[in-house]
């Protein structure tokens, strides 16, 4: 089945290690996003990319980058993982923007991150 | 800015129940709303997805509705299970001249009792 995959689902980090999240696609979807989700709290998008091109939040921290090497994969880096990044991270795919985007975004199960 | 609220924040129904959540936005500008279903620890399903030219969406035992102009959509469960317990989220997609963002509300936590 098409999906999106989130590797680990666990990862558990030191205080300012840095630690990369995976995530691949098999949809071929244009657009990737990476959202950060906190306890009882709504999803957060941190940014996404349009193929190549990287969108950042406006108040996503600059603790946080993201890479696309190819189509299917996309990686969420935290340089300097603090207690307050701990959450769990989701991972999304959509066909494109605006218009293109009418089936909606699928989302990974997720992965859930542990700063220690 | 879009804003999504969700309400009530937690219920808790019997078994065999009809009941609704409400979604609510504040910026009528969208392009399409959708529902998802998050369990404990897990990522999110989508549930239902309505157009902005569309009123309601189903699937199943679920009902979505969308009124654009009063900016309110709800979900409706027909007979409840107690596997239908979990987080339910709306979130909207603007319309927007770059990116695409879903802006979403805080959830409803639902469950269901045997």
């Not at chain 1, 030191?14 to 959202?35: A, R």
């Not at chain 1, 959509?94 to 985007?101: F, I, V």
């Not at chain 2, 219920?11 to 959708?34: H, K, R």
């Amino acid at each position: 089945d098409a999906m999106v995959i989130q590797n680990p689902r666990y990862q558990v980090t030191q205080f300012g290690k840095p630690v990369t999240l995976s995530c691949s696609q098999t949809l071929n979807h244009n657009v990737m996003y990476w959202y950060q989700q906190k306890s009882s709290q709504a999803p957060k998008l941190l940014f996404h990319y349009y193929d190549k091109d990287f969108n950042n939040e406006a108040d996503t921290p600059d603790n946080f980058q993201s890479r696309r090497p190819n189509t299917s994969f996309c990686f969420l880096d935290i340089r300097s993982p603090g207690l307050g990044d701990a959450a769990m991270y989701l991972c999304a795919t959509s066909r494109g923007t605006g218009r293109l985007a009418g089936d909606g975004q699928y989302f990974g199960p997720g992965t859930r991150l542990t700063v220690t | 800015k879009q804003e999504v609220t969700q309400i009530p924040a937690a219920l808790s129904v019997p078994e065999g129940e009809n009941l609704v959540l409400n979604c609510s936005f504040t910026d009528s500008a969208i392009y399409n709303l959708q529902w998802f279903r998050q369990d404990p620890g897990k990522g999110l399903t989508s549930l239902l997805l309505i157009q902005s030219s569309q009123r309601e969406q189903t699937s199943g035992r679920l009902n979505a509705s969308l009124d654009k102009s009063s900016g309110r959509s709800t979900l409706y469960i027909a007979a409840s299970q107690p596997g239908d317990s979990a987080t339910y989220l709306c979130a909207v997609r603007r319309r927007e001249t770059s990116g695409s963002r879903l802006t979403f509300g805080e959830g409803t936590q639902l469950t269901v009792n045997p």
